[in-house]
C-alpha cells in the first residue's frame, strides 16, 4: 500500500501548503478537499499524513507558536525582558497568517516537542525565583492575553467607511458630559483598544503584576529567593 504513497507529499507540505491557503481563503474556506486539490492529489491521499482535519489544524497551531521562537532566556537576560519580547513575537507570528489566533486558540494540542520547549521555558523560570506554579501561570497568562488581544484585531467587524469627525459627534450627543466625557478624552488622546500601543499597555501590566506576585512569592517564603528574579524598578520601566 506504501508504493500508491505520492511521492513529494510529506505531512510538513502539507501544514506549510494549508499555512499558505489559510492566507487565501482563510479557516472557513480550507478544506481537506480544497488542500488536496491544492496538491494536485485527491483528498484521500492526505490521510496518509494526517487522520483527520483537526490533525491537520494542530499541525498548523503548532507551526505558528514553533515561528515565534520558543525557548528560555538568554544567559543574563532578564526574564521581565524575555517574557516581553516572547509575547511581541508570538503576537507577530499569529498575525502573519490570516485566522492565526483562531487556529491557534482552537488547537487540541501541540506536538510533544513543543512541550518540552516550554518545560524548558518554565525551568528557566525556576531558576530566577518563581515557583512552577507562578512560572506556568504567567506565561499561560502572557499567552492567553496575546492570543484574545489578536483574536480581536483578526475578527472585529469593520464598519463601513465614516468620518471620524461624524462618529465623534455622534458620541458627543450621546454623553451627557458632551466632550469633557472620559471617553471622549481618552479617544482625543488617543486611547484607541487596539494597536501597538494598547498592546503594550497590557503587556507591561502583566509584567508589572508579576513582579509584584515574585516579590510576594518571595517576601512569603524568604528561602526562594534568588538574586537573578528581579532587577531595579527603573529598569523596568523600559519594557
Sequence with gaps: MCATKRPGITRQTLIDTALRLLDEVGLEGLTVRRLATELGVRSPALYWHIRSKQELLDGMADAI????????PRDGEPWQDWLAHRARAYRRSLLAHRDGARIVTGAAGLSPATIRTF??????MVDR???????????TAISQYVNGFVLTEQTKPRRPTEDPADQFAALTELLDAGT???LLVA???GGGTTGDDAFEHGLRTLIDGTTAALD???SNHPD????????PDDEAQHL
Design 187 to 189: 479617544i482625543r488622546e
Design 65 to 72: 507558536v514553533l515561528a515565534a521562537g520558543m525557548g528560555p
Design 129 to 139: 525565583g518563581f515557583t512552577p506554579v507562578l512560572a506556568l501561570r504567567t506565561i
Design 180 to 182: 469633557s466625557a472620559p
Design 216 to 218: 510576594r512569592q518571595q
Design 119 to 124: 518545560d524548558t521555558e518554565l525551568a528557566a
Design 224 to 231: 526562594r529567593t534568588n538574586p537573578c528574579a528581579g532587577r
